[in-house]
């Protein structure tokens, strides 16, 4: 998330002491010309020269065309790539505040022609607008931009564009030309820019694409071969119940009722603003105003779905009544300024967080919630703004999701999926993700490459489950590939982030990368998937890990939720500031129960194994079925079923993948099959009263090298699992393992020692003070879920 992935815990916006808070605009138009889409992936970054101390040191660009063309035109792109402070892209950095463009047929432009001279006067910022200069039919092999005065960029001077291009008889011809520059501060490395090629869905912002949109009548969604229980799951102890009973903490001192509802009141003009915040708490309360009541209501709203807690829900009624009594006449209910929609992420990450929000509340028997968001959509939907949402806000792409999950809700309509299909469906995007392109994810041409690229995938499979048009699933099935073989940790945390260049299995551990997030919308997407096609247990088999080693790993016991799922040295400080991990971390926590089990028209799916009970009807009868078990810490597991009258369903038992062996199953007693790793046991039978199901998961230890950039010379790093769960090795931030005598690295697990009285704790034979333990069990002390062994055995 714009800020949130990583920057407004890495990078602080504090005001200097004693001095106001900065104060900021926040109404920006919407272009009325061509205005350049942002560009922070680093294949699309814009050129900068080398800073010059002065504004009035000279500097050019050279561009050769490689022969002689009469130039139509030349089309100068600014710069759309770095951030400024309150998080919004800085069109127009380092445009030339005086310059002059001319063609030759020199090379040492001995003889230049100028097609336009702009150094008398200061020339006006154009921000993102592309600027055109025609050139009345001039001849040259060579064009120069020579830039005679310079912007001041935050203490330096220098020139920063994002493209040059240059056309003759109607044809562009500068693309991939040699580009030169002055000796002085010319910028060798980033030179290439300035003819690279356009992005594959162009340069600008505006996206209207009405043959996108296809008629209601056309649509074959397809069926889904389980559903997610929306009720009926009581857990029964165990870490899931831990967890929640934590988040409702968590939801209940955070905030109150009036903090959430502050800015929705200050925009009706109910209350007086209050004084502007300072740093994180005026990026999160302020610039993205109205997340705090969407956070608040995702994780009170999905818990209240399995826990009565009657505290939570009075207040979950109160947001909600409150949002309803500033409504506006047209249906509006955003906390933000309607004409403010286009500030920081508000017009994306704002709108989805709210829309979520309201989602589960209604979800939890709030119907009111429900009635507030079709009255906003309907006006959404017809808004003036839509064309410019995806690329000209910040991070559009994550606001896809409000209106994709709205239509699956029961105030949902066909026009929620079509104005998805016309303002923000990218065909060159499917078709990249479709064909398993690399660059599609890293490398995402119109905003910072990132783990919330998958909030925009979370859309594509709404639109092929609402749809059936299979171009959808295809691209979602090459994304989720994508990220699983490219950017995910051996624990399952994804490993990409804004800011930071993440190439394919890079897997940096010295960066910031794993935010809880991002793991929540891989759990989401992932759980999309499984409806799908059930018997893939890989799906399953991704939830359980975003669950317990990021979501866990990264719940404080009460007091918030930690940011990032650091690998190494020391996990952070949970916070509770309304940050885009704990907005995500306690809407996943109050989902936990959705997803130990799954309702197929002709049974059940046991997909984790929690101590829990769910009832469902089957054939007219009420069954239900009761996990005992106390797993992780033991392997084994009882199912009872209850039926009030014999009753015949298949319960399907999942074998994970992750099993060291096949898993034999009885029932009754009796073995009734033995199910093989990465699949689902089928037992079909007529149920009655009483009957049960006994396994024992074959658990173990397994090891996994790791490949990434951050490697020890002479050693080797490894992540070590026990089944799902990622083990830390605790007791120093970089550990170094010694190895027995005539062992390879790969035999480093027959040197662990389960822990007497200390289930899924291991002591390391030959490392005396190092123990390794789950990752979502570590608090703070200092670890290493990477420890480096020799190469080889040294004696």
Same mark, same amino acid.
């Given at each position: 998330m714009g800020i949130g992935a990583g920057l407004a815990v890495s990078r602080r916006l504090r005001a200097d002491s004693g001095t106001a808070a900065e104060t900021v605009d926040e109404r920006i138009a919407v272009p009325t010309s061509e205005w350049m889409a942002a560009t922070p992936a680093s294949a699309y970054r814009a050129y900068r020269s080398k800073p010059a101390k002065a504004a009035d040191a000279a500097t050019w660009i050279q561009v050769d065309l490689g022969a002689n063309y009469t130039i139509d035109h030349v089309k100068i792109y600014p710069a759309n790539e770095k951030l400024q402070p309150r998080d919004m892209h800085f069109a127009g950095e380092g445009f030339p505040v005086r310059f002059k463009l001319e063609a030759s047929r020199h090379a040492d432009f001995s003889s230049p022609t100028v097609i336009a001279d702009h150094t008398?006067?200061?020339?006006?910022?154009?921000?993102?607008?592309?600027?055109?200069?025609?050139?009345?039919?001039?001849?040259?092999?060579?064009?120069?931009?020579?830039?005679?005065?310079?912007?001041?960029?935050?203490?330096?001077?220098?020139?920063?564009?994002?493209?040059?291009?240059?056309?003759?008889?109607?044809?562009?011809?500068?693309? *991939?030309?040699?580009? $030169?520059? +002055?000796?002085?501060?010319?910028?060798?490395?980033?030179? =290439?820019?300035?003819?690279? @090629? &356009?992005?594959?869905?162009?340069?600008?912002?505006?996206?209207?694409?009405?043959?996108?949109?296809?008629?209601?009548?056309?649509?074959?969604?397809?069926?889904?071969?389980?559903?997610?229980?929306?009720?009926?799951?009581?857990?029964?102890?165990?870490?899931?119940?831990?967890?929640?009973?934590?988040?409702?903490?968590?939801? *209940?001192?955070?905030? $109150?009722? +009036?903090?959430?509802?502050?800015?929705?009141?200050?925009? =009706?003009?109910?209350?007086? @603003? &209050?004084?502007?915040?300072?740093?994180?708490?005026?990026?999160?309360?302020?610039?993205?105003?109205?997340?705090?009541?969407?956070?608040?209501?995702?994780?009170?709203?999905?818990?209240?779905?399995?826990?009565?807690?009657?505290e939570l829900r009075r207040r979950l009624d109160a947001v909600v009544d409150g949002i309803a009594e500033c409504r506006q006449p047209n249906g509006y209910i955003m906390a933000f300024p309607e004409d403010t929609i286009f500030f920081s992420e508000r017009g994306a990450y704002t709108r989805a967080w709210l829309t979520h929000g309201l989602i589960e509340a209604g979800y939890a028997g709030n119907q009111k919630a429900f009635e507030l968001l079709r009255g906003n959509y309907d006006r959404f939907n017809d808004a003036s703004y839509l064309p410019y949402l995806l690329r000209f806000s910040v991070q559009g792409g994550q606001g896809m999701i409000a209106s994709t999950r709205l239509y699956f809700t029961p105030a949902g309509k066909p026009a929620d999926i079509q104005v998805i299909q016309r303002h923000f469906q990218e065909n060159y995007w499917m078709e990249q993700l479709a064909a398993r392109e690399e660059a599609a994810i890293w490398q995402y041409p119109y905003d910072r490459p990132h783990c919330y690229l998958l909030t925009n995938l979370e859309a594509y499979m709404d639109l092929y489950l609402a749809t059936g048009d299979a171009r959808y699933l295809r691209a979602v099935e090459g994304a989720w590939d994508l990220y699983h073989d490219k950017w995910e940790n051996p624990g399952g945390s994804i490993s990409i982030i804004e800011y930071v260049v993440c190439p394919p299995q890079s897997y940096r551990l010295k960066a910031e990368l794993e935010e809880l997030c991002g793991n929540a919308f891989w759990t989401f997407l992932s759980q999309r998937l499984h409806m799908l096609d059930p018997d893939e247990e890989k799906y399953v088999t991704e939830i359980e890990k975003s669950i317990y080693n990021v979501a866990l790993a990264n719940l404080g016991r009460g007091d918030g939720f930690r940011y990032h799922a650091l690998l190494t040295h020391r996990k952070e400080k949970p916070t509770h500031l309304n940050s885009c991990c704990e907005g995500q971390g306690t809407r996943l926590v109050g989902s936990l129960p959705e997803h130990i089990y799954s309702l197929a028209a002709d049974g059940l799916y046991v997909n984790l194994y929690e101590p829990s009970t769910i009832k469902w009807t089957q054939n007219g009868e009420t069954l239900s079925l009761q996990t005992i078990t106390r797993f992780p810490f033991e392997p084994n597991v009882r199912l009872r079923v209850s039926a009030g009258r014999p009753t015949q369903a298949k319960i399907r038992i999942r074998v994970p993948?992750?099993?060291?062996?096949?898993?034999?199953?009885?029932?009754?007693?009796?073995?009734?099959?033995?199910?093989?790793?990465?699949?689902?046991?089928?037992?079909?039978?007529?149920?009655?009263?009483?009957?049960?199901?006994?396994?024992?998961?074959?658990?173990?230890?397994?090891?996994?090298?790791?490949?990434?950039?951050?490697?020890?010379?002479?050693?080797?790093?490894?992540?070590?699992?026990?089944?799902?769960?990622?083990?830390?090795?605790?007791?120093?931030?970089?550990?170094?393992?010694?190895?027995?005598?005539?062992?390879?690295?790969?035999?480093?697990?027959?040197?662990?020692?389960?822990?007497?009285?200390?289930?899924?704790?291991?002591?390391?034979?030959?490392?005396?003070?190092?123990?390794?333990?789950?990752?979502w069990q570590v608090q703070q002390e200092p670890f290493n879920c990477f420890p480096a062994v020799p190469s080889r055995t040294l004696s």
């Open positions: 008398g006067a200061d020339y006006l910022n154009p921000k993102g607008r592309i600027e055109q200069y025609s050139s009345d039919g001039v001849e040259g092999r060579y064009v120069r931009l020579t830039a005679t005065r310079l912007m001041n960029v935050e203490g330096s001077y220098y020139l920063a564009l994002g493209k040059m291009e240059i056309y003759s008889g109607g044809k562009e011809v500068a693309t *991939l030309q040699p580009v $030169t520059a +002055d000796a002085a501060y010319g910028n060798d490395d980033d030179i =290439a820019q300035v003819t690279r @090629p &356009a992005r594959p869905g162009g340069e600008t912002v505006f996206m209207d694409h009405p043959a996108n949109v296809t008629p209601e009548s056309s649509w074959k969604p397809p069926i889904h071969k389980v559903r997610v229980p929306r009720a009926g799951v009581t857990l029964e102890g165990g870490i899931f119940q831990t967890a929640m009973e934590d988040n409702i903490r968590y939801l *209940l001192n955070s905030y $109150t009722v +009036d903090d959430l509802l502050r800015q929705f009141r200050e925009r =009706a003009g109910r209350v007086k @603003p &209050a004084e502007h915040y300072e740093g994180d708490v005026q990026f999160w309360e302020e610039d993205l105003a109205g997340s705090n009541a969407g956070r608040f209501l995702m994780g009170a709203g999905n818990t209240l779905r399995w826990i009565d807690h009657p993948s992750w099993a060291s062996g096949e898993m034999a199953i009885q029932i009754n007693g009796t073995l009734a099959t033995t199910g093989k790793p990465a699949s689902y046991a089928t037992l079909d039978r007529t149920w009655s009263e009483g009957d049960t199901i006994d396994f024992a998961l074959p658990i173990g230890l397994s090891l996994v090298r790791y490949t990434g950039v951050d490697q020890i010379p002479e050693h080797e790093r490894y992540a070590v699992c026990y089944g799902p769960f990622l083990l830390a090795a605790v007791g120093a931030a970089e550990v170094r393992l010694r190895l027995e005598e005539g062992r390879e690295p790969r035999e480093l697990p027959q040197q662990l020692k389960p822990t007497a009285g200390q289930p899924l704790h291991f002591t390391v034979e030959l490392n005396p003070g190092v123990e390794f333990m789950p990752y």
